[in-house]
């Protein structure tokens, strides 16, 4: 092809040009995100099952709070406790998510093992407590929360979740006392 006086031509002028600067500090944004997805995924993701009973529900709900957390990476990252607002957040898309359709948690018949819990009435116990109740208990035992960062991570009082706390552990001890397929430990 020949070009002609008229024939439009491509200047390489014409591409704009992005400063270094811009590049590094989106680049150093994206490497600490991915370094904070790597360290607490998993980790969220395991709570959130075990607080909403159902694992794929747990993932899901994971996944769009670390897409929530990446959109506004430079915020979050500022905050005390940045996982505990991702699991918030994924709480509360699964909320929002059970209130549209209607359903009583868990949505489906999967159900989640508790970590190295060979203790059935426990799973049983845990997944029959009221979700406000069993994410109080998920954050300070499966998570090893703080009260202060449960109470964070919830946006509650920390006097809220001592007792939330309380009254889940006192509702998880007179349902395993009840069910005779417990495991006591007692000969």
């Not at 600067?21 to 994206?30: G, P, Q």
Request: proline fraction near 4%; charged fraction near 25%.
């Amino acid at each position: 092809m020949e070009l002609t006086a008229n024939a439009p031509t491509r200047s390489v002028l014409a591409v704009p040009m992005v400063e270094p600067t811009e590049i590094s500090i989106d680049h150093t944004r994206t490497l600490a995100f991915a370094t904070f997805y790597e360290e607490h995924y998993s980790t969220i993701a395991r709570g959130l099952s075990i607080t909403l009973g159902d694992q794929s529900w747990g993932r899901e709900a994971t996944d769009e709070a670390m897409t929530r957390a990446y959109d506004k990476w430079d915020e979050v990252a500022g905050y005390r406790n940045p996982q505990g607002w991702v699991y918030r957040v994924g709480l509360n898309y699964a909320r929002s998510w059970h209130r549209r359709l209607n359903r009583k948690l868990p949505w489906t018949a999967e159900q989640v093992a508790l970590p190295d819990t060979p203790d059935v009435a426990l799973e049983e116990a845990l997944r029959d407590l009221d979700i406000k109740y069993r994410s109080v208990v998920v954050c300070r035992y499966l998570l090893d929360w703080t009260t202060e960062q449960t109470a964070e991570a919830l946006d509650l009082a920390s006097g809220t979740v001592k007792s939330r706390l309380s009254v889940g552990l006192e509702r998880l001890r007179n349902s395993l006392e009840e069910s005779p397929t417990h495991e006591t430990g007692t000969k």
